[in-house]
């Protein structure tokens, strides 16, 4: 049986495609010990035919020894190739009796052998979350490719015939290739949230996007996409019970995935639908004889943030509830009142070489990721993908069923929809037609209104004159998805585009959580047949009589608390952020003035008005003024992407 043990979290693959001598052995032993930095295990290294490799294994060392570095011979496989792969398959028993293999050593050479049996479908025909690199030193050919749903990241650098691939940048800059910004790609993440997925922060660098295979000889390099949620398959059901039945079956096959070779479980538990759905399948997945550890961030307690029409800002007594339906969750309650922002930010930025986009919120995870790491906690599992999967709002449905021609359940569904009173006609045109319309046609019927602020007033830190000159805007004018809040047309396209953003570009920060604690993270809803399966469903199934989440919540009723499957609110996380930011508002206002005489910086970042908006800041919270918009994600993001780029580049690091 495959367990965790067998999985590698790094891959460094370094290799001239034209036959020539290696490029890379002065550096190599460099690269090697940029491999090896965080928690995480063994590296094992060696050479093959013009290329170079080695891994590192997920599981760490016992605490009385350092990390080794290994010369170990990295095995050929029968079709000619060398195979190293960072992440994991799942379900492989399952997996070898389906398409009748033998055992396999271990899990790259398992995918070897069913890419060498399936081809170029392997990859639509197994789940995991991993990362692979094939070498064919026969073809002078390099296979690469990503799953579906992977926080796997794959780092790509090709000069001429000499290419190397790894898990995380460091090593690439070890092999002599110089770490030099991106700005327009630094611009996208912190104007739109993300950017073209192919995209890395590095100039003379790619990454290889999640459903992607991508194949490099000495004629070039060719790109494919063999998976999108826009292309899943329609599923249609006789009877409302069978969407709940295939999803809880898909959720317990999940669960049992990301469990697996798991020896002391822990979960990062809120009040919200997505973490405590995880939370009582894995309960149900373990047994009651079993412990699942969880952690749960609260507010400091001088803080006492106060509850809202649409929010709540404790999410501790929802826990709560939960614990005492299942007493095998061991909680953890904590506020993580020690962290000041950036702690641990310069140490996130070294083992990943990747910015971090909410640090304003990352406290908690920090905070949660260490406890589970000092109570023995093996995996740590989430919910991260929830939204785009089972618990889906279902508010694409008013243009679905309009472009559908269902007028009699839009108008129905229209009338009783519970967070819009306007009249029944601006309904009907804001909700079923405004998202069909272009971006262009939106922002014209937008200007003068008012409502829709600039993000450059509001959650962006870039200056907005930079934005423009740049060309930014026109590259990312087609996606009003983030930049102007708008809504979209389908349920595929708003699913595909979260779970694009979320693995792309957040997978680097989510394994550099990995390296800096030494705990293998694994979300649950991030299971490319359950959101295959969610995305099938048709929106009325999630939004029925005015009641949004419908199928999740007919999933969890009875299986969390009533005040969790029907709360209508909104957990806040970190929302005990004013009196955080009060109290780093002198240290923070320091760093700023700093970074505006960097002219490096200070092109890019509107410096003075993140200067202004936290120098003249009352120290409340009020949502009117859009306090949390402009100072937790415009300032929070701002001054760490400063950081970030000033560590890249090799510069004064705050």
């Known amino acids: 049986m495959y367990t965790s043990a067998n999985d590698d979290l790094l891959l460094l693959a370094a290799i001239d495609l034209s036959g020539g001598p290696e490029w890379f052995g002065a550096d190599w032993e460099r690269a090697l010990r940029a491999l090896a930095l965080g928690k995480a295990g063994d590296v094992l290294h060696g050479r093959a035919d013009g290329a170079a490799f080695a891994t590192r294994a997920e599981v760490r060392p016992g605490m009385a020894r350092p990390v080794r570095q290994r010369a170990h011979p990295f095995r050929l496989q029968p079709d000619?190739?060398?195979?190293?792969?960072?992440?994991?398959?799942h379900h492989a028993d399952e997996v070898c009796a389906r398409f009748g293999l033998s055992a396999q050593p271990d899990q790259a050479s398992l995918y070897a052998a069913l890419h060498a049996k399936l081809g170029e479908e392997c990859d639509r025909r197994i789940s995991g979350d991993y990362a692979v690199v094939q070498w064919w030193p026969s073809q002078r050919k390099v296979r690469l490719a990503r799953s579906p749903v992977a926080h796997a990241?794959?780092?790509?650098?090709?000069?001429?015939?000499?290419?190397?691939?790894?898990?995380?940048?460091?090593?690439?800059?070890?092999?002599?290739?110089q770490a030099r910004i991106d700005d327009a790609r630094v611009g996208g993440w912190l104007l739109s949230g993300c950017g073209p997925p192919d995209r890395s922060f590095y100039v003379g660098m790619t990454c290889l996007a999640c459903g992607t295979q991508e194949i490099h000889d000495p004629a070039g390099r060719s790109v494919r996409?063999?998976?999108?949620?826009?292309?899943?398959?329609?599923?249609?059901?006789?009877?409302?019970?069978?969407?709940?039945?295939?999803?809880e079956e898909q959720l317990r096959r999940a669960t049992a995935a990301m469990l697996a070779g798991a020896r002391s479980p822990g979960i990062m538990l809120s009040g919200g639908f997505d973490s405590q759905a995880v939370a009582s399948f894995a309960a149900e997945h373990l047994g009651p004889?079993?412990?699942?550890?969880?952690?749960?961030?609260?507010?400091?307690?001088?803080?006492?943030?106060?509850?809202?029409?649409t929010s709540f800002g404790d999410e501790g007594d929802h826990v709560r509830d939960l614990c005492a339906m299942y007493p095998q969750i061991k909680p953890t309650f904590f506020d993580a009142a020690n962290l000041r922002f950036g702690d641990r930010l310069n140490a996130m930025m070294l083992v990943s070489g990747w910015p971090v986009y909410n640090e304003t919120n990352a406290h908690w995870f920090h905070a949660g990721l260490e406890q589970a790491a000092a109570d023995g906690v093996d995996v740590v599992l989430t919910g991260d993908s929830g939204n785009a999967g089972f618990s889906y709002d279902g508010w694409t449905g008013f243009p679905t069923w309009l472009a559908e021609g269902k007028w009699r359940r839009l108008v129905r569904e229209l009338k009783a929809f519970p967070f819009d009173d306007r009249p029944l006609w601006r309904k009907f045109v804001s909700r079923a037609v405004m998202p069909h319309l272009p971006l262009s046609a939106k922002r014209r019927i937008d200007e003068g209104r008012g409502w829709r602020g600039s993000p450059f007033a509001s959650w962006s830190p870039l200056r907005a004159d930079w934005a423009r000159e740049s060309g930014l805007l026109d590259e990312v004018g087609d996606d009003g998805f983030t930049l102007y809040d708008y809504d979209v047309a389908t349920s595929r396209e708003w699913r595909d585009r979260i779970v694009t953003r979320s693995t792309n570009g957040g997978s680097e920060i989510l394994l550099g959580f990995e390296l800096l604690y030494g705990v293998p993270i694994r979300d649950v809803h991030a299971y490319a047949p359950l959101l295959e399966l969610c995305a099938g469903i048709p929106d009325e199934q999630y939004l029925r009589n005015?009641?949004?989440?419908?199928?999740g919540r007919r999933i969890l009723s009875g299986r969390v608390p009533e005040r969790v499957w029907k709360e209508l609110r909104m957990g806040r996380q970190a929302a005990d952020w004013p009196m955080r930011l009060q109290r780093d508002r002198e240290a923070m206002l320091d760093e700023l003035e700093s970074l505006n005489r960097?002219?490096?910086?200070?092109?890019?970042?509107?410096?003075?008005?993140?200067?202004?908006?936290?120098?003249?800041?009352?120290?409340?919270?009020?949502?009117?003024?859009?306090?949390?918009?402009?100072?937790?994600?415009?300032?929070?993001?701002?001054l760490s992407t400063a950081r970030f780029i000033r560590f890249a580049e090799g510069r004064n690091v705050a």
């Not at 000619?80 to 994991?88: F, M």
């Not at 004889?289 to 943030?305: F, H, I, K």
């Not at 005015?546 to 199928?551: F, I």
Request: hydrophobic letters at 35%; a neutral charge; glycine letters at 8%.
């Open 80 to 89: 000619g190739s060398y195979v190293l792969l960072a992440g994991r398959l």
């Open 153 to 177: 990241p794959l780092h790509v650098m090709r000069d001429g015939n000499r290419l190397v691939v790894c898990s995380v940048p460091g090593p690439i800059f070890a092999l002599g290739h």
């Open 225 to 247: 996409r063999f998976w999108s949620l826009r292309d899943a398959p329609d599923v249609r059901f006789k009877r409302d019970e069978d969407y709940v039945e295939a999803v």
């Open 289 to 309: 004889q079993a412990t699942l550890r969880s952690y749960t961030s609260v507010p400091a307690r001088e803080a006492s943030p106060e509850d809202r029409a």
């Open 546 to 551: 005015g009641q949004d989440r419908w199928l």
């Open 598 to 638: 960097d002219e490096r910086i200070a092109e890019v970042i509107d410096l003075p008005r993140l200067i202004k908006s936290l120098r003249e800041w009352d120290g409340q919270d009020n949502p009117q003024r859009g306090d949390s918009t402009r100072l937790v994600s415009a300032l929070g993001r701002g």
